[in-house]
């Protein structure tokens, strides 16, 4: 009787969410990104990182990424299977093809490149070759049995439906991106399975399914609310409106609403990826309940969790697991200084943590979102990444003395899968638009197309290390449109100059945009000149423990030993000085001792400190 109500109220689930998303169908976002295909990378260090990306892309055979789907399906495959998270007896193994078919399917849509095309058509005609074998709908690297094993014991098997979602966003991302409609059939069938698993099933057992709050929860959902909201956006089918809400978690979502800090001892990644999936929830459904939480959570993290650079995740307050003791875990609010240990801030939670900012920023135009998401891009985002390999970290350590541990090419960790993903969207959220208004939100060189006003604007720059930009608007014919230019809080002044004629600005201690409302013209030129300052950001937990900052990067020292100060925070600032502008190599006298420091992005296989504490005993 249970499980046949259940049933029921789902599917009555569908007409009443269908009939609100009719009531509430404006869109919430007040500005919109620029498509993939519209922002150009001009030749740059960033260009360079994102090759690198590319060539790593490149070196990956797709038999061997198929070969665990073609086994689980019975069909015969003889590429030589992948090691690491995607070796053949792994719990995991096929959620690094989710994440390689989102890099490849954004490559593909901005380059056209022929290789990766046929590729990604190749891929996508093969998983529907295993699809079909299934006759359920089904397509994964590892044996659907891991369902009924996670729907009986809530553990004992490694996060289906994590790898479930990777392999669905990247297969949606494939649809977007190049408009394989195979992907699409792929993708409904992917979702029908989903439907007729969780239909079968009763509340009680669906909550005891997504409770995740042991550290490492084996049943972790992944983005599985995000990809079916996603899905439900494109094929309006309440059937998935309604899906996708069974995994938006009440024990997790309810105290958020309240502004309730429950982050202490969650598994760091498994958690942020859920309110993401809140976030598509309001987009969709407009209900405040879930715009509450997305907010209050941002709040909270940023406030008592993160730091100096906006990622976080690291050691469990109460460790029961070999990883919690170091890693992957929120602990307690406002208390960082005793997590600094060589396994914290997760690079998917960097990338994940970005993505929240950017929904957030869509929705409110406002600088304080935009002003984070730049300081994790340059000091959480482009340092997990080797300078000259190309190789990922899985974590950033901030401590002293550390060393960044890349990963192995067949490691194929989250890690992995995530940074391709980032990289491969290194011109993602520079620019947004509305109607009237073209927001510029980082400093990038590019080319920006707005189709809708015949413009283009293109930005030159060597930004962060030289403090100048410059744009020049291309436009058949003049424009009416107001362009806002991102004034970061680190920012302790700026020039700002029209055609060679400088404008009135004023400096304000938060982010703020300079708005700039004229009518444009073909080759119209504007130049900004930051002014650049050292400047501390301490632990909330102890005044003394701080990380530096020259502008908007993060400095790290190059040592061998823990970094111990003497004297006070103004002192210390006093005695930074820059060493080399264009290379952006600083010094810091102190106690008799002279330190290097350079930008975090750019320490590579040095042993490096970030976090210096001041001791004077």
């Not at 009939?19 to 990104?33: A, L, S, Y």
């Amino acid at each position: 009787m249970k499980k046949s109500i259940f049933i029921f109220m789902i599917f009555l689930s569908y007409f009443n969410s269908f009939g609100q998303h009719v009531k509430n169908n404006m869109d919430i976002r007040k500005v919109f990104p620029f498509y993939s295909r519209d922002v150009i990378l001009k030749e740059s260090w960033l260009k360079q990182r994102e090759e690198l990306n590319i060539i790593f892309l490149k070196s990956l055979e797709p038999d061997r990424l198929l070969h665990n789907f073609k086994i689980t399906a019975k069909l015969p495959s003889d590429a030589k299977p992948l090691e690491g998270w995607e070796s053949p007896k792994i719990g995991l193994r096929g959620h690094f093809v989710g994440h390689y078919l989102s890099a490849v399917s954004i490559l593909v849509e901005k380059y056209k490149d022929p290789l990766l095309t046929e590729r990604l058509d190749y891929m996508v005609d093969e998983l529907y070759k295993c699809q079909q074998v299934s006759k359920t709908g089904y397509l994964g690297a590892f044996p659907d049995s891991s369902f009924d094993v996670l729907e009986a014991k809530f553990t004992g098997v490694w996060a289906p439906y994590y790898t479930y979602h990777k392999i669905m966003q990247g297969i949606l991302d494939v649809y977007i991106h190049t408009n394989n409609k195979k992907a699409y059939k792929i993708l409904l069938g992917m979702a029908d399975y989903v439907i007729n698993r969780m239909s079968k099933l009763n509340k009680e057992t669906i909550e005891k399914m997504m409770y995740t709050v042991d550290a490492n929860p084996q049943n972790e959902m992944g983005a599985m609310n995000e990809v079916l909201y996603k899905l439900y956006q494109i094929s309006k089918s309440s059937k998935h409106l309604a899906i996708a809400k069974l995994f938006d978690p009440d024990w997790f979502v309810e105290p958020l609403c309240r502004n309730e800090d429950i982050l202490s001892g969650l598994h760091s990644n498994t958690h942020l990826v859920l309110v993401n999936g809140f976030a598509q929830r309001y987009a969709v459904t407009k209900e405040t309940k879930y715009r509450d939480a997305v907010f209050n959570f941002w709040n909270i993290l940023t406030n008592f969790h993160v730091y100096a650079n906006g990622t976080s995740s690291g050691p469990r307050p109460n460790a029961t697991t070999k990883t919690s003791v170091t890693a992957e875990h929120w602990g307690l609010p406002g208390h960082l200084c005793n997590t600094l240990t060589k396994e914290i801030a997760e690079s998917c939670v960097s990338h994940n943590t970005q993505k929240l900012c950017s929904y957030i920023f869509t929705w409110t135009a406002e600088p304080q979102y935009a002003d984070s998401y730049m300081n994790t891009f340059y000091n959480a985002v482009l340092p997990v990444q080797g300078c000259y390999s190309g190789s990922y970290v899985y974590h950033l350590p901030l401590g002293s003395p550390r060393n960044k541990k890349y990963l192995k090419d067949n490691d194929f960790a989250c890690c992995s899968g995530s940074c391709t993903e980032a990289y491969a969207q290194l011109n993602s959220n520079i620019y947004y638009h509305n109607d009237s208004a073209l927001y510029v939100n980082l400093y990038i060189p590019s080319i920006v197309k707005w189709e809708e006003k015949g413009i283009e604007l293109e930005q030159d720059s060597r930004f962060p290390k030289d403090s100048v930009i410059n744009f020049t608007i291309s436009s058949q014919q003049e424009s009416q449109f107001v362009l806002k230019l991102l004034l970061p809080s680190w920012s302790k002044g700026v020039d700002v100059y029209v055609n060679d004629k400088k404008q009135q600005t004023s400096v304000n201690s938060a982010a703020s945009y300079f708005v700039l409302n004229r009518t444009w013209h073909n080759q119209d030129r504007v130049r900004l000149v930051f002014h650049y300052d050292f400047h501390l950001k301490s632990m909330p937990d102890n005044p003394n423990t701080f990380a530096i900052y020259y502008g908007p990067m993060l400095l790290a020292f190059e040592c061998k030993s823990e970094v111990i100060l003497k004297g006070d925070t103004e002192s210390i600032l006093k005695n930074l000085s820059v060493s080399n502008f264009k290379e952006a190599t600083f010094q810091l006298t102190n106690n008799n001792n002279n330190y290097l420091l350079r930008p975090l992005y750019d320490i590579d296989q040095q042993s490096y400190g970030v976090y210096a504490t001041i001791r004077n005993y």
